[in-house]
């Protein structure tokens, strides 16, 4: 029976594997989407000293996440390649998120440049990507050694992201609210005691639920009993053509993640309101959720390459056009006018949204696939350590350009508060570094999807190339004809 035919997993197993990756986006969304604002609003930073940090913290991942994949392709134990990693890293990852935000009480209060604030910050982030990077190379691993069905693991990447983007999305929902509650004053309890508890509130939840993935998610795909050497796996990288142009799309894309770290401030400087992201965020929330029922449907009219394509123009065109209409009317910064504007932006980024988070897993998972298919080697850690490492590169790049800019933009900051008043001009550059700027800047990666060909009647015959052989390995095992 063709591997496409048949299904390995239990509607149980996604819906855990899901959990999990809700649990660890608990804290992940925690750190990233405010981790700008944190450190140079609330533990009060120099931002060129956090930018130069976040960039520097993007060149160790060049060397962290390949070597940890490669760790991870020679793991040969009773219990996986994979499970181990996931067993043991929870509780010190859950440590590491709460140590890192509770910077401002244990150092105390110092000058924006003081050392001990720079030391502190600096050890905690590198402990806390490190640790991070220990579950996360494992657990996308896990979403292509759950079976050898195509079919199952783009339902456990739909599962994960689909069940993530609600559970690990409790975080956007209640630090907006109280940031607003600390700026007008309704509550006397300062921003830094709001994030020390809440992180370690998020993130002993999260590492609970993360840890179901080593406990109750199994691996199924047949490995082989020979550890490939270091440099082995690193091969992959140079001689895995698809790999080496997805890796090239999500590098060159980087640069639009600088909207990111404008969203809090473009919210809290601009439209004077954190929570006005909640209302907003809903059409498009919506539409991307029932995005995920639909990808079924979408790959039935397109191959992966079309849709990574479409899901980056279609956004892009968004963002150009909500700036061309509110830099032409002014209204950029009057909440009433913003509020329908960024629903409208919300739905058609919603669009594109579920299988853009999906396809591109899905598409490395493929390459792992095909590393077997032209190596005989399985390279499940180097091939999604690729993945991770340049989503994190990327938003480390994206983040430390983006603070960087944020003094260059004219943004001011106070030791003495977290909300300082901004300028017209300061607030009309903030608006284009949320929307056209990262719009353009997005659109760069499309250029090498052009040449990605692992598609169509080609990624069929490595298919079924590829259960003819696991077909008869296990013949071979078992002593049957």
């Known amino acids: 029976m063709s591997s496409e035919n048949r299904s390995y997993v239990t509607t149980r197993e996604f819906v855990i594997y899901g959990i999990a990756n809700g649990g660890q986006c608990m804290s992940y969304n925690t750190l990233t989407g405010y981790l700008t604002y944190f450190f140079v609003n609330v533990f009060n930073v120099d931002a060129r000293i ?14 962290n996440d390949p070597l940890m994949g490669m760790i991870v392709d020679k793991t040969r134990t009773r219990w996986g390649k994979l499970r181990p990693y996931l067993l043991g890293v929870p509780i010190p990852l859950a440590l590491a998120t709460a140590l890192l935000f509770s910077g401002p009480l244990i150092v105390g209060d110092y000058s924006p440049a003081d050392y001990r604030k720079v030391i502190y910050m600096v050890i905690t982030y590198f402990v806390w990507e490190f640790l ?23 339902k456990a990447i739909t599962s994960a992201r689909f069940i993530s983007s609600i559970v690990g999305g409790i975080p956007t929902l209640f630090i907006p609210i109280l940031l607003d509650l600390v700026s007008g004053g309704h509550i006397s309890v300062g921003l830094r005691v709001i994030f020390c508890i809440y992180s370690i509130a998020t993130s002993s939840l999260g590492m609970g ?13 047949i490995q082989s009993e020979e550890q490939p050497a270091l440099l082995e796996s690193l091969k992959c990288l140079v001689t895995n053509r698809p790999l080496r142009i997805l890796i090239l799309k999500d590098v060159l894309s980087a640069l639009g993640g600088i909207g990111g770290v404008f969203s809090t401030y473009y919210l809290v400087d601009v439209l004077g309101s954190a929570s006005v992201s909640l209302l907003t965020g809903i059409p498009g929330t919506i539409v991307g959720f029932a995005g995920y029922i639909f990808i079924p449907m979408l790959k039935k009219l397109m191959n992966n390459k079309q849709i990574i394509i479409c899901g980056k123009l279609v956004p892009a065109l968004s963002g150009v056009m909500k700036f061309l209409l509110c830099i032409g009317s002014r209204r950029y910064t009057k909440i009433g006018f913003m509020i329908p504007v960024m629903m409208l932006d919300g739905v058609i980024n919603g669009i594109f949204s579920a299988a853009n988070s999906v396809i591109p897993m899905e598409m490395i998972g493929e390459t792992v696939d ?49 909300f300082v008043a901004q300028t017209e001009a300061t607030k009309r550059k903030i608006f284009a570094m949320n929307s056209i700027v990262p719009a353009l800047l997005g659109t760069i990666g499309i250029i090498p999807m052009l040449f990605y060909d692992l598609v169509g009647e080609k990624r069929e015959r490595m298919l079924r190339e590829l259960d003819e052989r696991r077909a008869e390995k296990v013949r071979e095992a078992t002593g049957t004809v």
Do not use: C, H
Not at 50 to 63: C, K, N, P, Q, R
Not at 134 to 153: E, H, L, Q
Not at 380 to 386: I, K, N, P, Q
């Open 50 to 63: 956090v930018s130069t940090m976040l960039f520097l913290e993007g060149i160790w991942d060049t060397a």
């Open 132 to 154: 991070y990077t220990i579950g996360d190379v494992p657990f996308w691993g896990m979403s292509t050694a759950i079976s050898p069905n195509p079919n199952d693991r783009t």
């Open 209 to 221: 639920l993360f840890s179901m993935s080593g406990l109750f998610v199994k691996e199924r795909v």
């Open 370 to 418: 095909y590393a077997e298919w032209t190596t005989d080697q399985r390279t499940e850690g180097t091939s999604f350590a690729s993945a991770t490492f340049v989503g994190k590169f990327n938003g480390s790049m994206s983040r430390a350009l983006g603070t960087f800019l944020i003094p260059l933009v004219g943004y001011q900051t106070s030791n003495d508060t977290s």
